[in-house]
């Protein structure tokens, strides 16, 4: 499925950054707040990179020369991941439920709605975690994780 490349590109720095930090970490509980959300924003921008679009501004303008930037922007809105993707049109909905269904990255063998629906406030939950005295779910880690992976693997920027 076609993604924008500027959007895709930030999902994956921050799904990679959580993966280098997972890679050099003895136990990611000491900062699983901030990982847990790297790998919700990492969802919610893949998710939004289905429906962007980029056109090119001039930054910067001397006389005839002109240097010019990429500028992405989406009309997805919210950081609910499952309400996010109900936001998709409803043929992208069908394709990536479909190929999700059977991925290896379905660790919890559930739809990919239920999925989203279930870490649904995962990105501002773990922000925001002091607002919650902490008290936020740990186990959803994983799930984060491998849902981020699928997206990376479903979607392609050409």
């Not at 809105?77 to 479909?98: C, I, M, V």
């Amino acid at each position: 499925m076609k993604a924008n490349r500027e959007v895709y590109r930030t999902a994956l720095g921050y799904l990679k950054l959580a993966e280098l930090a997972e890679e050099m970490a003895v136990e990611v509980n000491s900062f699983r707040f901030a990982y847990n959300s790297n790998l919700a924003f990492s969802i919610e921008l893949f998710i939004k990179s289905i429906m962007s679009l980029s056109e090119d501004r001039i930054v910067f303008e001397i006389g005839s020369a002109q240097i010019t930037k990429k500028f992405a922007s989406s009309s997805l809105r919210g950081h609910g991941l499952g309400s996010l993707f109900k936001q998709l049109p409803k043929d992208r909905q069908y394709e990536l439920s479909t190929l999700f269904f059977n991925h290896q990255c379905n660790v919890a063998c559930e739809s990919l709605e239920l999925i989203l629906s279930g870490i649904e406030s995962s990105f501002v939950d773990n922000r925001y975690v002091y607002e919650k005295g902490g008290m936020v779910s740990a186990n959803e880690s994983d799930l984060l994780l491998w849902t981020a992976r699928f997206f990376r693997e479903v979607l392609s920027v050409d």
